[in-house]
T-cell receptor, first 115, second 116 residues
Framework: AQSVTQLGSHVSVSEGALVLLRCNYSSSVPPYLFWYVQYPNQGLQLLLKYTSAATLVKGINGFEAEFKKSETSFHLTKPSAHMSDAAEYFCAVRGGNSGNTPLVFGKGTRLSVIA | GAVVSQHPSWVICKSGTSVKIECRSLDFQATTMFWYRQFPKQSLMLMATSNEGSKATYEQGVEKDKFLINHASLTLSTLTVTSAHPEDSSFYIC????????????FGQGTRLTVV
């Protein structure tokens, strides 16, 4: 079984400051890991994904995440926050690549960016 | 890139009526589609998984007779909320995979359903 824990339902940072959103996962098989962003009343947009290649994954909009197997973590970072980064962020895991295997989502972290 | 279109983006209906939500993969064949429900300020809850030409697999606690899912083609899946009640008001999101080596799912824009 797979599960995701996102630490902190709400994170607030100043514009230009470092963004760190935490995600820990549990998976009985080698996982695929994802970060998605959701703006109000919209679907989910993929930020980045880990697929067992490089452990440091770069995504869109300057975000990146590092897969640490020993810590079962996949934290999302961005060096300098922009106002447009304010949104809901979801970490998700898929155990295996079977077509029927759904994503399992964390509860989400709302990022606020203060001017 | 892979695009999933969901329609309508919002709908208001009266209690007791049925509402159909469409999910289309525009530039790939979606062998598997997933339907999620999202309550305000909460995460996505998987409702069901559907494969083209097969009956959907529903998650525990999801009423299959109330939430009818049809995946008749490789580019279209529909969710019909039958005899809708105010407690069915929610944000419904579909996602699709192409069944190949790409591990991620692509999401529609979501549908805001309000039952009055």
């Amino acid at each position: 079984a797979q599960s995701v824990t996102q630490l902190g339902s709400h994170v607030s940072v100043s514009e230009g400051a470092l963004v760190l959103l935490r995600c820990n996962y549990s998976s009985s098989v080698p996982p695929y890991l994802f970060w998605y962003v959701q703006y109000p009343n919209q679907g989910l947009q993929l930020l980045l994904k880990y697929t067992s290649a490089a452990t440091l994954v770069k995504g869109i909009n300057g975000f990146e995440a590092e897969f640490k197997k020993s810590e079962t973590s996949f934290h999302l970072t961005k060096p300098s926050a922009h106002m447009s980064d304010a949104a809901e962020y979801f970490c998700a895991v898929r155990g295996g690549n079977s077509g029927n295997t759904p994503l399992v989502f964390g509860k989400g972290t709302r990022l606020s960016v203060i001017a | 890139g892979a695009v999933v279109s969901q329609h309508p983006s919002w709908v208001i209906c009266k209690s007791g009526t049925s509402v159909k939500i469409e999910c289309r993969s525009l530039d790939f064949q979606a062998t598997t589609m997933f339907w999620y429900r999202q309550f305000p300020k909460q995460s996505l809850m998987l409702m069901a998984t559907s494969n083209e030409g097969s009956k959907a697999t529903y998650e525990q606690g999801v009423e299959k007779d109330k939430f009818l899912i049809n995946h008749a083609s490789l580019t279209l899946s529909t969710l019909t909320v039958t005899s809708a009640h105010p407690e069915d008001s929610s944000f419904y999101i579909c996602s699709a995979r192409d069944g190949g080596s790409v591990p991620e799912a692509f999401f529609g824009q979501g549908t805001r359903l309000t039952v009055v």
